[in-house]
């Protein structure tokens, strides 16, 4: 007994009016192939396979970084039968192995693992030769609808554009998910015709041909909603986007007020972490507990430990240790290391670099590539220059080192614990431990030396 995850993703996607193919469309920043691909993973699925057609560069490159799928190629768009005819060699596979199909579509991103399992169980407990998903809608339009004989049997379903009236106000909708057995789906593929509205072939005509056939109702309607236009793309998300700060919520995070907050579904937050207004948390970040997140931040698969309070930060694939603070205006690029207890201040930028215990680095600072120990001050306005124009070189700066105002560091450089670097020093020169480094010419000041001139006078 085996799943065979068939995933529909060749679409043309004309009403998104997008370069991109529709699939590729994000919900909650996450494409929504990716979405469905989860799903079925989750799921257990042993054999994962695509249909791909439009765009199919871009999307064979995304299933390349999810893993083993199989993709089959639609090269002319001829609907969702004509889809499922091209991955044929993938159904008489499921039946050599006496396993169940399963269809679903890449534009419908909320199928999880739960309608897919709680589906399949119906199907076998049933011995259906087709099980078709479908949910009650409060607007079906543009859905296939589900209809029924007066016994409530299920007979076919019927695509908007070919619906009666009385058709039209069926409000169960086909979600576009099914299971077959194989035998059965090869069957009616190969009679399949395209005589209707659209002049497609219809995968839902094959439901008709089928003669064991049951219709499953999700108990959470959400998941057969699918996107076919920026409007309904919207309001996936805004599902979304409910929907996962309603559950950190009931697991303790704070969202007092969620305006303009999103967090990806793959998100970690501890308890009595609280996300300010503005706030969007992307990819696989992780964060502790006790930690003030916002306003107005931006997270990308970061590693942030408890009590850390990021305040108009953003942040890309950094890590940030407990008790750190940074913000307002702060800039964090990959590979840096906040450890703990850190202060970053105004208008700092930091790339690539450790930065030690305690540090301090208040004001319009820019630290690139470089090593920095513990208790380290910055004063405003340091520059770690780390580029020569051909190539990149770090620099190291000791334990309780002291770097003076506009203190430029020219890479490769050290300076040694408990170093001092006088303002506005040019440092192109190791610094030893416990030294003080001045790099300016002296102050001259010249007496009385305006006293006759043209401009006190004037004034
Ligand atoms: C389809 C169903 C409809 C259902 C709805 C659920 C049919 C005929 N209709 O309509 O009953 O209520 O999904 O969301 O199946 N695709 C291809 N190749 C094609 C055409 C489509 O791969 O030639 C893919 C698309 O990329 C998409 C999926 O199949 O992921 C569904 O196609 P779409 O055109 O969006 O169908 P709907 O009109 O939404
Ligand atoms: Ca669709």
Redesign the pocket.
Not at 8 to 11: C, E, N, S
């Given at each position: 007994m085996s799943m065979y995850c068939l995933i529909?993703?060749?679409?043309d996607g004309k009403r998104m009016k997008s370069k991109k193919p529709?699939?590729l469309l994000e919900v909650l920043s996450k494409p929504m192939l990716s979405w469905v691909c989860d799903a079925c993973k989750k799921a257990g699925a042993e054999n994962i396979a695509a249909?791909v057609?439009n765009g199919k560069e871009q999307v064979t490159e995304f299933l390349g970084t999810v893993g083993d799928i199989a993709t089959f190629e639609?090269t002319e768009?001829?609907?969702?039968g004509?889809?499922v005819m091209m991955a044929k060699e993938f159904i008489e596979k499921a039946r050599s192995d006496k396993g169940d199909v399963l269809i679903c579509?890449?534009?419908?991103p909320f199928i999880d693992e739960e309608v897919i399992l709680s589906s399949y169980k119906f199907h076998k407990d049933n011995d259906n030769e087709v099980t078709v998903v479908s949910a009650r809608v409060d607007d079906p339009f543009g859905?296939?609808r589900i209809i029924r004989d007066t016994a409530g049997g299920f007979l076919k379903?019927t695509?908007q554009k070919d619906c009666t009236e009385e058709e039209k106000a069926v409000q169960e909708?086909?979600?576009?998910i099914y299971w077959f057995k194989p035998d059965s789906l090869l069957l009616a593929l190969s009679g399949l015709k395209n005589n209707n509205a659209a002049g497609e072939y219809?995968?839902?005509d094959t439901i008709e041909m089928c003669s064991k056939k049951g219709a499953y109702k999700a108990s959470n309607s959400n998941v057969?909603l699918?996107a076919?236009n920026r409007v309904q793309l919207a309001s996936l998300n805004k599902i979304a986007r409910d929907m996962i700060i309603e559950r950190l919520q009931l697991s303790g995070v704070d969202i007092p007020i969620s305006d303009g907050v999103m967090i990806s579904p793959e998100a970690v937050i501890g308890a009595d972490t609280t996300i300010l207004p503005g706030t969007i948390i992307k990819g696989n970040t992780v964060i502790g507990e006790g930690c003030v997140i916002g306003p107005n931040s931006l997270l990308i698969n970061c590693v942030i430990e408890d009590n850390v309070v990021l305040n108009n930060v953003q942040a890309t694939d950094s890590k940030i240790d407990k008790g750190a603070k940074a913000g307002p205006f702060v800039h964090l690029r990959p590979g840096t290391h906040l450890h703990e207890g850190v202060k970053i201040g105004d208008f700092v930028e930091v790339k690539n670099s450790e930065i030690g215990k305690n540090t301090c680095i208040a004001h319009l600072t820019y630290i690139g590539d470089s090593d920095v120990g513990k208790g380290v001050n910055f004063g405003c306005g340091c520059v770690t220059a780390n580029y020569d124009g051909v190539s990149k070189f770090r620099t190291t700066i000791g334990d309780n080192a002291f770097i003076g105002c506009n203190t430029n560091l020219i890479a490769p450089v050290n300076v040694g614990d408990n170093a001092t670097t006088g303002a506005g020093s040019t440092i192109t020169k190791d610094v030893p431990p416990n030294s003080l480094v001045v790099e300016r010419s002296r102050t001259i000041v010249k007496e009385n030396w305006e006293k006759n001139s043209r401009r006190i006078k004037k004034a």
């Open positions: 529909l993703a060749a679409g529709k699939v249909v057609g639609q768009r001829k609907g969702t004509h889809a579509c890449g534009d419908a859905y296939g379903i695509e909708i086909n979600s576009g219809y995968l839902t057969v699918g076919n």
